[in-house]
């Protein structure tokens, strides 16, 4: 009976034994596995991270071509606007007429005393010439530029646009001078008081060889 007993005893601890070194092995198990997950989770965050920092940058880098694109929007706007401004004129139709006809009155002047009738009296506009007499070769200043008066050198009109409150008159001209461009206001005259069109400056463009 004594050795039955101490044989159920040793059965019993060497169960118990299995038992605790099946379960050390199983919680060996349950770690290695809480780690490999523990793991896989903080590759996966990193993975996360690594994207999200890359969306970050991307939207970054969007929002300054957004920034970019608005001030060349903004640009354009401005320009466009300045563009309509320069559209809305006082000029009319008339005023065209009136234009024309004094410059066509200029290209038929025979002297520079007849020619200078049409230029516009203010501050910067002034006459050279040989002597008091206006004996030519002449010339008409415009603030720091002058323009040689030739008799019969304007040919025909070639283009017509406004600039605000002014009428900009292009024309051609003989042995290639180069164009002229009349730039035109309502103003008084050398001799005349009385206020309509007249040249306020002559703008030459050579021709280029």
Not at 30 to 43: C, T
Not at 94 to 103: G, H, S, T
Not at 119 to 136: E, N, P, R, Y
Not at 154 to 176: A, M, Q, S
Request: glycine letters at 2%.
């Amino acid at each position: 009976m004594k050795n039955f007993r101490e044989k159920n005893v040793v059965l019993a601890g060497f169960v118990l034994l299995i038992a605790v070194t099946i379960l050390a092995v199983m919680r060996e198990q349950e770690i290695k596995d809480d780690y490999h997950e523990l793991q896989d989770n903080n590759e996966k965050l990193v993975e996360q991270i690594v994207t999200l920092e890359k969306e970050v940058e991307s939207l970054s880098r969007s929002s300054k071509d957004l920034e970019t694109g608005n001030k060349q929007l903004t640009e354009e706007i401005v320009k466009l606007e300045e563009a309509v401004e320069a559209l809305k004129t006082p000029v009319h139709y008339q005023d065209f007429l009136e234009a024309i006809k004094l410059v066509e009155s200029y290209k038929e002047a025979k002297t520079f005393e007849e020619a200078s009738e049409f230029i516009a009296f203010k501050i910067g506009v002034g006459l050279m010439a040989q002597d008091s007499s206006l004996t030519c070769p002449c010339h008409f200043a415009f603030n720091s530029k002058s323009v040689e008066w030739i008799p019969n050198a304007v040919l025909e009109l070639v283009k017509v646009r406004t600039e605000k409150d002014k009428i900009l008159l292009t024309y051609n001209t003989v042995n290639d001078i180069g164009d002229y461009e009349f730039v035109l206001i309502k103003a008084m005259g050398r001799n005349d008081p009385t206020e309509k069109w007249r040249i306020e400056e002559i703008k030459h463009e050579s021709n280029k060889s």
